[in-house]
């Protein structure tokens, strides 16, 4: 089966956890976005490099997901996805899964460093329901609203717990 998925939603949604998912029944490649969003830090790459290198990862692989919060890149390879799966479960519950998320070796150096910025994901994620940039909810629904393709909203984690 071929699978052209991107995962939308805020931090601790469940993206990665749903793409893991996702993965071990039908095998495809995966991609956060968080992986080419940034360069060197909290400085973001220009945005045409972003979806380049996107694009380039979509050509090199029949079968994929793509993860993320970046509604500008994803804004920019929708053409390419079959089927957009926003993920809003709330606030209280991306917060719950932002503390109980194992260390993230490919994000910070140590568990201690990824502690240390805790306060600040906590916050941020906060914000979610009140922020008007390419990382808030108001965007991520226009983004979902306006889709004609295949899509599907979750609300809870376990709507898609059995995914």
Known sequence: MIMKVILLGNAGAGKSTLSKKLMAKHPAARLSLD???FQGGAERRPL???IA???GFITAHESWIIEGCYADIIEGILEDCEELVFLNPGIDACIAHC???P???EKFRSSREQDENLGNLLDWVKSYETRE???GLQ???AIYDAFPGSKRE???ASQYESV
Do not use: Q
């Open 35 to 37: 992986e080419l969003a």
């Open 48 to 50: 045409d490099e972003s």
């Open 53 to 55: 290198d996107v694009k």
């Open 99 to 101: 503390r109980a998320r």
């Open 103 to 105: 260390w993230e070796p």
């Open 133 to 135: 940039d390419e990382y």
């Open 139 to 141: 965007r991520h629904r």
């Open 154 to 156: 979750f609300n809870h």
